[in-house]
Each structure stands twice: as C-alpha cells, then as structure tokens.
C-alpha cells in the first residue's frame, strides 16, 4: 500500500500563484510515475500533469501548459506542481495519484493510488 498526502492548496486571486505537494508514503520501493489530477464541481475528473520515473518526463494538459509546472524530489518521495498564472477556471479539487503503469498517465484508470485530495480556488 501506498499513501499520498497533499497540501498547498488554498483561496488565491487570479494571476497568482500556489504550490502544490503530495507525499508518498508506505510500500514505495518500486518506481512510479506520479500525476495531478482535478476535479471542479460538476465536471469530470481531468488529468493536469504527469512525471515519470527515471528521467522525470513531464507531460501537461494543454490548459495548463506554460502555468504550471510538475517536479519531484524521489528522496523525499514527494511531487509538487508550482502553478502559476491562476485563472478562476483552475478552481477544483486537485488530486495527487502514483502509476506503476509503463504509460498512458493522462489517463486516471493507470493510478493506482490516490490522495485525498486539496481544494485549489482562484477568485476573480
């Protein structure tokens, strides 16, 4: 098993800025790509950025690419996602997750592990 803590999240005024973190803990010896995901009241669940193991690989969607930035630190098994350039529309509940997966990390069903998840809300 695997736990995944995040924090950072919070109220910012748009064009600010938040940093995000997610901790992994428990059976983490195997390597693992680690993503973003978010949720906003009463849309679906959308991937945001992924990075993989090894060379750390990012990949974001295209709604956030050139904001927000994905990176992490495998000593401290913790990824972070700088976002920068806050726009209301980034409001949403913002998940962490670990895929032991070769690939395909823009898809949630490659998670195997999720965080519980830290409110993100940008005011206008």
């Known amino acids: 098993q695997v736990q995944l803590v995040g924090s950072g999240g919070g109220l910012v005024q748009a064009g600010g800025s938040l940093r995000l973190s997610c901790r992994a803990s428990g059976r983490t010896s195997r390597t693992y790509a680690m993503g973003w995901f978010r949720q906003a009241p009463g849309k679906e669940r959308e991937f945001v950025a992924a990075?993989?193991?090894?060379?750390?690989?990012?990949y974001y969607a295209d709604s956030v690419k050139g904001r927000f930035t994905i990176a992490r630190d495998n000593a401290k098994n913790t990824v972070y996602l700088q976002m920068n350039s806050l726009k209301p529309e980034d409001t949403a509940v913002y998940y962490c997750a670990t895929s032991y997966s070769t690939g395909g990390w823009g898809r949630g069903e490659e998670y195997d592990y999720w965080g519980q998840g830290t409110q993100v809300t940008v005011s206008s």
């Open positions: 990075i993989s193991p090894g060379p750390g690989i990012t």
